[in-house]
């Protein structure tokens, strides 16, 4: 099983400024890498797929980067909605892993 | 636009079994080739894959939950369901279905379109 691991697990963030979250595999999944957002009470909803990829819909503030082990989801001007719990999720085998997650906090 | 919708009981007793539906309207469950997933989220916890059904009808589970979960597809009634037997409290969470979209290249897949999720509670 590949291990994810998101740090840091909260990162407070003031609104307008640049949020950089990461997340490590234990090995190598290439780029087969999604991010997710959940809000209190709701879904998770993708952003990223295919490490850098953003969904349907998704705002281009939000980017992803990375390969192999090493990934980042950056939220270039972050808006009062954007205060979330973020998910980094692996696919690179039919046993997909997710990471703990890192809370991003109004600061 | 697809919408997903889980229903069932939301309290279980331990031992026995937990049973959701998921309803899928806006779209058929058997055409585009996708398949559809159960993931589940202890209280404050994060989230855990718990299996899926592919659109022919073969299914994956987690290793960690296999013994116990069963993964059915109701085309007629374009909707799918899990059953997770043996609870116990461990297994209380909030239960999400998923549309999963595959990459064959990677023999793995994500998650594009989520219900809302349906608290399941194992307690006596």
């Known amino acids: 099983e590949i291990v994810m691991t998101q740090s840091p697990a909260t990162l407070s963030v003031s609104p307008g400024e640049r949020a950089t979250l990461s997340c490590r595999a234990s090995q190598s999944v290439s780029s087969n890498l999604a991010w997710y957002q959940q809000k209190p009470g709701q879904a998770p909803r993708l952003l990223i797929y295919g490490a850098s990829i953003r969904a349907t819909g998704i705002p281009a503030r939000f980017s992803g980067s990375g390969s192999g082990t090493e990934f980042t989801l950056t939220i270039s001007i972050l808006q009062s909605e954007d205060f979330a719990v973020y998910y980094c999720?692996?696919?690179?085998?039919?046993?997909?892993?997710f990471g703990q997650g890192t809370r991003l906090e109004i600061k | 636009q697809l919408q997903l919708q889980e229903s069932g009981s939301g309290l279980v007793k331990p031992s026995q079994t937990l049973s959701l539906t998921c309803a899928v309207s806006?779209?058929?469950?058997?055409?585009?080739?996708?398949?559809w997933s159960w993931i589940r989220q202890p209280p404050g916890k994060g989230l855990e894959w718990i299996g899926y059904?592919?659109?022919?009808?073969?299914?994956y589970y987690n290793p960690s939950l296999k013994s116990r979960v069963t993964i059915s597809v109701d085309r007629s009634k374009n909707q799918f369901s899990l059953k997770l037997s043996s609870v116990t409290a461990a297994d209380t969470a909030v239960y999400y279905c998923a549309r999963v979209v595959p990459v064959p290249a990677a023999r793995g897949y994500y998650f594009d379109y989520w219900g809302q999720g349906t608290l399941v509670t194992v307690s006596s």
């Open positions: 999720q692996q696919y690179n085998n039919w046993l997909i892993t």
């Open positions: 059904i592919y659109h022919s009808g073969s299914t």
């Open positions: 806006g779209g058929s469950i058997s055409s585009g080739g996708y398949s």
